[in-house]
């Protein structure tokens, strides 16, 4: 029975974004080896295009410049005037919206993949917009099978007001890619290499789909994104408490009701106040402070996929 089989054109249009944010090096080493010798990402019949998405912010080895690039892809951001006068990320965000998109648009690129880096001890993450997508569901899932026996997980961000605006949304396939541990600035070798395999993982799922090969239905565990938990302040916004050591670099793992979660400057446990158990994730990110973020919770869901396979024309 074919009728439920979800059918997409074949994805012939693929970019490769790093340098989103300037600090984090996977991405931008990778995509600046590629974009001298592409022969490692080729495939039959893909357009594939690696491209350093934030030069200035690389340049410095900053997360951005102005403003973060992987924010600003909003339809104000994208349709605003004034030229020279923008944020210069808000201005990278039109020309990449002009190349890559328009978003939202059938001329839109097919698939991006997004390159970053976490000082969170994330492992290997795939990032979701959407629990509908079927072609992006059952990439994850083809992933997360080639790469085991290690473990690759599945990041939901669909909340309505947690979701944020990414450089990869101008595609009709966004796809984030999350490695990590890793500081800003830094390049490990195994986080490298890990990030490398996963995107060859990727790409090989695009190619087996152009070639004609059904995808039969499959289920996905993900991560939902739930809510973002502050760390806890003062009156006048100074942080007054760390993470506690029984949850650093514990991503993934569950944080139970009355479990540790903060200690304060002079010793004392904050405990989670939650009336249901959840994974945190993104724990301590460095660049999170500014986003009055010390780590986000997520509830662990499982998303069916339906078949899919390539339009016939």
């Known amino acids: 029975?074919?009728?439920?089989?979800?059918?997409?054109?074949?994805?012939?249009?693929?970019?490769?974004?790093?340098?989103?944010?300037?600090?984090?090096?996977?991405?931008?080493?990778?995509?600046?080896?590629?974009?001298?010798?592409?022969?490692?990402?080729?495939?039959?019949?893909?357009?594939?295009?690696?491209?350093?998405?934030?030069?200035?912010?690389?340049?410095?080895?900053?997360?951005?410049?102005?403003?973060?690039?992987?924010?600003?892809?909003?339809?104000?951001?994208?349709?605003?005037?004034?030229?020279?006068?923008?944020?210069?990320?808000?201005?990278?965000?039109?020309?990449?919206?002009?190349?890559?998109?328009?978003?939202?648009?059938?001329?839109?690129?097919?698939?991006?993949?997004?390159?970053?880096?976490?000082?969170?001890?994330?492992?290997?993450?795939?990032?979701?917009?959407?629990?509908?997508?079927?072609?992006?569901?059952?990439?994850?899932?083809?992933?997360?099978?080639?790469?085991?026996?290690?473990?690759?997980?599945?990041?939901?961000?669909?909340?309505?007001?947690?979701?944020?605006s990414t450089s990869r949304s101008v595609a009709k396939h966004p796809v984030g890619m999350e490695v990590g541990p890793q500081p800003q600035g830094v390049l490990r070798s195994n986080i490298f290499e890990a990030m490398r395999v996963i995107l060859k993982h990727a790409l090989d799922f695009i190619s087996l789909f152009n070639e004609g090969m059904e995808f039969p239905p499959c289920t996905v565990e993900v991560f939902r994104v739930l809510e973002r938990m502050d760390y806890p302040r003062d009156a006048n916004g100074n942080i007054i408490a760390m993470v506690h050591p029984n949850l650093q670099d514990c991503d993934w793992e569950p944080l139970n009701p009355g479990d540790p979660m903060f200690q304060t400057f002079d010793g004392k446990t904050i405990h989670y106040q939650g009336s249901s158990t959840v994974y945190p994730t993104f724990i301590n990110e460095a660049a999170y402070y500014e986003k009055q973020q010390a780590f986000v919770t997520t509830r662990r869901e499982t998303l069916a996929a339906s078949a899919i396979s390539k339009t016939t024309k």
């Open 1 to 164: 029975n074919n009728n439920n089989t979800a059918r997409f054109d074949a994805a012939r249009r693929v970019a490769i974004f790093g340098g989103t944010h300037g600090n984090e090096m996977s991405g931008v080493t990778l995509v600046n080896l590629w974009m001298q010798n592409s022969a490692e990402i080729q495939r039959k019949g893909l357009e594939i295009k690696p491209f350093i998405t934030n030069p200035k912010a690389v340049e410095k080895c900053v997360r951005y410049v102005d403003t973060d690039l992987n924010r600003a892809f909003t339809q104000e951001n994208l349709s605003a005037t004034g030229g020279d006068e923008l944020p210069y990320e808000v201005q990278r965000a039109q020309e990449i919206n002009r190349m890559f998109g328009p978003k939202g648009s059938a001329e839109a690129y097919d698939v991006i993949f997004d390159l970053h880096n976490t000082t969170s001890n994330m492992g290997c993450t795939l990032i979701l917009e959407s629990s509908k997508d079927a072609f992006n569901l059952q990439m994850m899932n083809y992933i997360k099978k080639a790469f085991a026996p290690a473990s690759c997980l599945v990041l939901l961000n669909e909340h309505p007001l947690l979701k944020y």
